[in-house]
T-cell receptor, first 114, second 113 residues
Framework: AQSVTQPDIHITVSEGASLELRCNYS??????LFWYVQSPGQGLQLLLK??????LVQGIKGFEAEFKRSQSSFNLRKPSVHWSDAAEYFC????????????FGSGTRLSIRP | GAGVSQSPSNKVTEKGKDVELRCDPI?????LYWYRQSLGQGLEFLIY????????KSGLPSDRFSAERTGGSVSTLTIQRTQQEDSAVYLC???????????FGQGTRLTVV
């Protein structure tokens, strides 16, 4: 069955510091992958997506993520965080099949230290 | 429409009552999802509709929960005999099909008192 793991429940980083949020998935098939962000009181917004091709994908707001098939990972990175990046981040995975659904991880809450 | 629309935005109901939550997906999107997000939690998959295929109901937590999608467009999630543990934000999303990102509505916040 599909499963997505975000091992870090809550991360605090200083403003201007680099960030990496972890995401691991459990599948036997080829996945497609997403990162979404949910700011306080806001809806879910797509940050970036990976379907195929280049394993390093760029997203909005200066975020990027790298798909590593050998590690079953799709970690989200940002070289320098801003206070406005404080939010909940969700990794999501789907499968290349006619009946695939998108499954979300439990989320990582990011706090920014001034 | 311009985006996924959910109604009502807030719903307070008494324990034991039935509730219906509505979702209007983006026009032309063949896939529709329902998720549940409890306070401080992740998104729990409930049900998935894709075109004319039988829905994937594997995430529905009990037989009190059901959903339908009429004419391949609007969807209604029904919770019968609501319980306090049903209190959560119910999120609907739609996508162009498989292998496509999901676009989310703003959700319906359900409070069972």
């Amino acid at each position: 069955a599909q499963s997505v793991t975000q091992p870090d429940i809550h991360i605090t980083v200083s403003e201007g510091a680099s960030l990496e949020l972890r995401c691991n998935y459990s599948y036997g098939a080829t996945p497609y992958l997403f990162w979404y962000v949910q700011s306080p009181g806001q809806g879910l917004q797509l940050l970036l997506k990976y379907f195929s091709g280049d394993t390093l994908v760029q997203g909005i707001k200066g975020f990027e993520a790298e798909f590593k098939r050998s590690q079953s990972s799709f970690n989200l990175r940002k070289p320098s965080v801003h206070w406005s990046d404080a939010a909940e981040y969700f990794c999501a995975v789907g499968l290349y099949s006619s009946a695939s659904k998108i499954i979300f991880g439990s989320g990582t809450r990011l706090s920014i230290r001034p | 429409g311009a985006g996924v629309s959910q109604s009502p935005s807030n719903k307070v109901t008494e324990k034991g009552k039935d509730v219906e939550l509505r979702c209007d997906p983006i026009s032309g999107h063949t896939a529709l999802y329902w998720y549940r997000q409890s306070l401080g939690q992740g998104l729990e998959f409930l049900i998935y509709f894709q075109g004319n295929s039988a829905p994937d109901k594997s995430g529905l937590p009990s037989d009190r929960f059901s959903a339908e999608r009429t004419g391949g467009s609007v969807s209604t999630l029904t919770i019968q005999r609501t319980q306090q543990e049903d209190s959560a934000v119910y999120l609907c999303a739609s996508s162009l099909g498989t292998v496509s990102e999901a676009f989310f509505g703003q959700g319906t916040r359900l409070t069972v008192v």
